[in-house]
């Protein structure tokens, strides 16, 4: 039994659950029937990632309604959106229950250097919420290595930890996210031979700060137009390949680890 350890289930079908708001794709249906396919291969639970305050509601229905947990944060692409922090971290602070995510750095996305610092004060102001509720983290990074991890090792994790998801960093940022105690987290990006940096580490990491994830829909393994949780077996595959084991134990270990870091998961 396997859980995904990052996913966005929650925008395959972008109604609520129960009844149509005119959400602009799929249903309830298209939502159930990538559950149905995620557990006929195993796949029965995933922690869903919040982005935007406008959002938590959506995620922590379908977390429910599908028999996952819902972390809720506000993602670097939606800094902006939260233009009164103190609020935004008031009502965070009163519905996050398992972990505070996602959030991180974007490099790509940061229009300049007003939208840099923007998300670097939203970062930081989550950080220390999760610091003092004690509540792991779910970071998200996408060529901001080096600044994220100075960010961290000047701020500090929270005691119960974290996570890096969609790890695609070079072996020496690797080593500096392991040194502060957090899993790395690895998704479809790795079925793809040219990611080398990825599957460098995926190789590398130690075995009990591995995870693994879809980051469904984004994300996809090739050969599929949109991801859903059924594809953590390709990446578990494609993981084990790599390291010259069995996926039987690889997907366990990798289970196990997320279950102590989220210990409201339901348990295998
Ligand atoms: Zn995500």
């Not at 939260?82 to 009502?91: E, F, G, N, R, S």
């Amino acid at each position: 039994m396997l859980i995904d350890a990052h996913s966005h289930l929650d925008t395959l079908a972008d109604e609520p659950v129960g009844g149509p708001v005119g959400g602009p794709v799929g249903g309830p249906s298209v939502l159930d029937r990538a559950v149905a396919r995620a557990r006929a291969v195993g796949v029965f639970s995933w922690v869903l990632a919040g982005t935007t305050p406008t959002r938590w509601d959506r995620t922590q229905q379908i977390a429910a309604h599908t028999g996952g947990i819902a972390v809720l944060g506000v993602h670097p692409w939606f800094a902006g959106d939260a233009p009164d922090l103190q609020t935004t971290l008031h009502d965070l602070g009163q519905r996050a229950l398992h972990g505070i995510g996602e959030l991180g750095l974007d490099a790509p996305s940061a229009g300049g250097d007003a939208d840099r610092a923007r998300q670097r004060r939203v970062l930081r102001a989550q950080l220390a919420l999760a610091r003092q509720r004690e509540l792991p983290v779910v970071l998200h990074c996408v060529r901001a290595y080096p600044e994220l991890l100075t960010l961290l090792e000047r701020d500090g994790l929270p005691r119960a930890g974290g996570l890096i998801h969609g790890w695609s960093g070079p072996t020496d940022a690797m080593d500096r996210a392991l040194a502060l105690g957090l899993h790395l987290s690895f998704g479809p990006l790795i079925c793809r031979p040219r990611a080398k940096r990825a599957r460098t580490c995926a190789v590398r990491i130690p075995l009990d700060r591995l995870l693994i994830e879809t980051d469904a829909p984004d994300q996809a393994p090739p050969g599929h137009e949109r991801g859903e949780p059924a594809h953590l077996i390709e990446v578990i595959d494609t993981l084990a390949g790599l390291r010259g084991m069995d996926p039987g134990p690889l997907g366990a270990q990798a289970t196990a680890n997320l279950c102590r870091l989220f210990p409201g998961l339901p348990s295998t």
